[in-house]
């Protein structure tokens, strides 16, 4: 199992006194201690940067039990208990005489335990680290969240092969993601995409390419983060010079957008918010590459990196997003698309249908049909008159038609346009209102 470098002086602590004396200022929580989403209390670690508790998130009746950065002014969440489900006001955790974490819903019923696997605990803590601890007479850790960590992991922190970490659905969802890093048994510490409702695994779209090796993951009590193999070898993620954790918060976490980030936060705060030291992989719109799914965004969407690299997902014209709150889920036809009457060759131009140009955008693989096509113009009329095909590729040589839905949307490069397939209307827009922001910002950013 993995352990944690915790603070020594901690330990020490809980051998010099009695258990039976230990109060929650003092980061020690005694059996019989409970937390309950209606008295707003959390048990908090001995210099206070940490906190277990209740958190409210979308509305003030839902709470999600989690620890958090509790000097950080956002309160950035680190861990939560059941994976991300919240309960309703009303519900408890409580450390009972029995030595169990239980966490029961506004009905009373237990809906998660800490599962401890060695002996019982007689208390537990909040770490300075972030590590919420249950520990046993011999202040032995029977159980720790840094073992069963969601989507970020702290300084202090070891992971042994065979860890997964999972992101979360979106950035204020904290259901698990569809993005997966794996601490792969064979020391290759690997990005997946996963279809969560199959849980199939689909190709790794970044690694550490360290397989063959003995190794664990460590995230140093100074901030940087390595593979070590069991000869001693090192193998940095990390890169250059970091920031102290004397004067910076750290963390890594494996974002929702499926780029896994390690940030600092100044603990004298000035303003700053959370900035990323690095990330993996450097372009996420172009990493996913997988012969099934949808890519980085979602079907019949295209990925843009913004200023601060991360990715936004758009919809092509006359395309709007499945889920107004979740961008990332993909796009939809706002029209019924084109008819393939029975007995119809197909072939006949569909007059009530037009094409539209997105420049620089495209659709990579996945073709329905390629033609050698140097005019643009017939390049459309293929399009048109096929009632399959939703977009066409024109790369200035070539013409390559699709169908729905589209994956693996970004921006691509020299020549390439997609012609996309849209109900004929007054509007001669060519250039989309999302289009012509990117296009701003893609000139200032010099790319
Ligand atoms: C923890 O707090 C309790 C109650 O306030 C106190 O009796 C105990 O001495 C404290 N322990 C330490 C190590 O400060
Ligand atoms: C809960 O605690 C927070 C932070 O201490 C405070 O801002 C808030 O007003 C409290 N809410 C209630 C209902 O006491
Ligand atoms: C979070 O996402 C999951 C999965 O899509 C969904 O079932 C759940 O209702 C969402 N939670 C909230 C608070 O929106
Ligand atoms: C953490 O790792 C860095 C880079 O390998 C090293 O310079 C530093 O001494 C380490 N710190 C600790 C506390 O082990
Ligand atoms: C550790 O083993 C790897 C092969 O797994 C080897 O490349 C490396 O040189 C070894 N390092 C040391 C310090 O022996
Ligand atoms: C890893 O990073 C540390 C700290 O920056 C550096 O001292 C060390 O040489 C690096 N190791 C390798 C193998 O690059
Ligand atoms: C996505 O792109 C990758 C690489 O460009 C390609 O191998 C894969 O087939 C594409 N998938 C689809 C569904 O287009
Ligand atoms: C297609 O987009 C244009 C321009 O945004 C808009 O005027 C038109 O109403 C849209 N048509 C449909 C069917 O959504």
Redesign the pocket.
Known sequence: MASALDNPLLFLLVLLFPLSAMAQTNGTISLGSSLSTSDNSSWVSPSGYFAFGFKPVADKNLFLLAIWFDKVPEKTIVWSAHRGNLVLYGSKVELTSSGQLVLSNNQGQEIWTAQVTTGSATSAAVLDTGNLVLLNSNSGITWQSFDHSTDTILPSQILDMGTTLSSRETETNYSSGKFELRFQTDGNLVLYTTNLLTNYLYNAYWSSGTAGTNSQMIFNQSGYIYLRQTNGSVHNLTLGNIVSTRDCYHRATLDFDGVFRQYIYPRNWAGESWSIVWSVPSDIC?A????????ACGFNSYCILDYTQRPRCYCPPNYSYLDSSNTFKGCKPDFVPQSCEPGGSGEEPRPQFQMTELPNTN????DSEGYNSKNEDECRGRCLGDCLCALAIFTGVNCYTKKLPL??GTIGTGTTKALIKVPQGNSTSQFPFQREMCFSFLEQEGI
Do not use: C, K, L, V
């Open positions: 172009t996913i590459a997988e012969s099934i799914g949808s890519g659709w990579p693989m996945s994956s693996n």
